[in-house]
C-alpha cells in the first residue's frame, strides 16, 4: 500500500519562483553576455537583473516627469508675461480712449477742420413767422 505524505506548497513554489528567476537570468545573460561583463565568479548583477531592471525604470519615469514639469514651468511663465503684456497695452489703449473723448482734446481735432467751438459765440435764435401773407 502506498504510503501518505504531507505536500509543502511554500517549498515547492518558492522552488518554481527561484527556477523562473535562473531562467529569465540566463536567457538575459546568454543575450547580453554578462558573465563576460562581470566575470563568472560575480554572479550577483545576473541574479538580480530583473530588480537592477525595475529600479533602472523608475528611474526613466522619474526623469521623464521632472523635465515634464519643467517644460510645464517654461510654459506657464511664458504666458504669464505675455497675459501681463497684453492687460498694459489694453490699460494703455483704454487710458488713450477715454482721454480722446475729453472735449479739449476733440477740440483739438475738430479746429484742424474749421470748426469752432460754438461757446465763444452765443446761438442765433431763429424766429419762424407763422401768420406771413
Known amino acids: 500500500m ?31 553576455g554578462l558573465d563576460r561583463l562581470f566575470g563568472e565568479d560575480n554572479a550577483w548583477p545576473i541574479r538580480h537583473i530583473d530588480r537592477i531592471l525595475w529600479v533602472t525604470f523608475l528611474l526613466v519615469i522619474y526623469i521623464a516627469l521632472n523635465h515634464n514639469a519643467e ?5 506657464i511663465q511664458r504666458t504669464k508675461t505675455i497675459a501681463d503684456e497684453k492687460r498694459t497695452q489694453a490699460t494703455v489703449l483704454q487710458a488713450d480712449f477715454m482721454k480722446s473723448g475729453k472735449q479739449s482734446e476733440l477740440y483739438k481735432r475738430v479746429a484742424q477742420l474749421g470748426l469752432t467751438d460754438s461757446t465763444l459765440t452765443p446761438p442765433h435764435k431763429i424766429v419762424v413767422k407763422t401768420h406771413e401773407p
Open 2 to 32: 502506498a504510503k501518505n505524505t504531507f505536500k509543502q506548497p511554500e517549498r515547492v513554489a518558492a522552488q518554481k519562483k527561484q527556477r523562473r528567476r535562473v531562467k529569465l537570468a540566463s536567457y538575459i545573460n546568454d543575450f547580453i
Open 71 to 75: 517644460r510645464l514651468v517654461r510654459r
